[in-house]
């Protein structure tokens, strides 16, 4: 996580770094059970990128995040805002991909 963390603040103007990072966000989600504040931080952080490629990539990320973790009722508030943040996005694409998130949801 800590290197994900790195790419995502460190990653200058290659929007690619910080989609990669979404990405493996979510993987990490399904495989780590989505522990720990940090995940979520950083989706949230990239969530608000200049780049859709990013904003996709967070929307696909966001799904598997929230379904495999157990998160607190604060958190859940984090996960909702994000989720709001995707599903009006400008880009059709991300708003498309933002569904899963809100199915994870409930």
Known sequence: IE???RLVREGGDWFAKRASAAQAIGR???LLGGEGPEP???LSLLSQDESPTVRKAVAQA?????R???PPEGKVQQHLAIVQRLA???QDSVRL???EG???LG
Do not use: K, Q, T, Y
């Open 102 to 104: 809100v199915i994870a």
């Open 3 to 5: 290197l994900l963390g």
């Open 97 to 99: 991909l933002s569904v």
């Open 40 to 42: 979520l931080e950083l």
């Open 88 to 90: 009006a996005d400008l």
């Open 68 to 70: 495999h973790s157990r």
């Open 62 to 66: 966001i799904g598997p995040l929230i």
């Open 28 to 30: 990490l989600a399904e």
